[in-house]
């Protein structure tokens, strides 16, 4: 089984339109993360969050909010969804190493697209 | 403002041949850097990183060198299998800012037989 897991892996909706990613992931893992990847930007943060009570923005979180339900949940909410907002979206976990960056493992993606 | 910069949207390489990607960075704070690997329906996944104090790391095939002066680093692959053709990103990371990764644009890798 995965450790890192999505849901949904594919998603249309049109504008206006709540929608909500989910992450999960078994690898007991206090730090997750969303990114977002578009075409020729590379993979953006929008939200991290080092543990349930713990939540920051990244570079990219207009638009969106989320909620850490555990440890084990992250969710991505766009609350009125606009058409800049397809993209193929990342969850990602981590634990801290003492290196100054940790490896993060990342999840399979949600390809949203907004209509 | 791309601070992490692949220039090279795509490389093609044949198999055996050393692969080069190449990675060009702004931000002076950078101090970390990695390199994830991504193959089409999956997520990245880690390969190698490399700390500011050093300026090389081996992991087997692949090898990450960073020059600070020019602000580059670069990975390369010998020899190239074509199990390696995907994307790769290389990634950076300020210290202070623990887990916050900067990633670059990706490079396309296809190894040719």
């Known amino acids: 089984d995965a450790d890192v897991t999505q849901t949904p892996r594919n998603r249309i909706t049109k504008t206006g339109k709540r929608i909500m990613l989910e992450c999960s992931q078994t690898k007991g893992h206090d730090r997750m993360y969303w990114y977002r990847q578009d075409p020729g930007l590379g993979l953006r943060l929008i939200y991290y969050s080092f543990d349930v009570k713990d939540i920051n923005k990244g570079e990219i979180s207009d638009g969106y909010s989320v909620s850490r339900q555990a440890q084990a949940k992250f969710s991505l909410s766009l609350e009125s969804a606009i058409p800049n907002q397809t993209a193929l979206y990342f969850c990602a976990t981590s634990e801290p190493t003492g290196k100054v960056a940790d490896t993060q493992y990342f999840g399979p993606g949600t390809r949203l697209t907004v209509l | 403002d791309q601070q992490v910069k692949q220039n090279s949207p795509s490389l093609s390489v044949q198999e055996g041949r050393i692969s080069i990607l190449n990675c060009d960075y702004t931000n002076s704070m950078f101090d970390y850097f990695l390199w994830y690997k991504k193959y089409p329906a999956e997520g990245p996944t880690f390969l190698i990183s490399?700390?500011?104090?050093?300026d090389k790391n081996e992991d087997g095939r692949f090898t990450v060198f960073l020059n600070k002066s020019a602000k580059h680093l670069s990975l390369h692959i010998v020899p190239s299998q074509p199990g390696d053709s995907a994307v790769y990103f290389c990634?950076?990371?300020?210290?202070?800012?623990?887990?916050?990764?900067?990633f670059g644009t990706g490079t396309r890798l296809q190894v040719t037989l």
């Open positions: 990634a950076a990371s300020a210290g202070g800012t623990a887990s916050k990764l900067t």
């Open positions: 490399i700390s500011s104090i050093k």
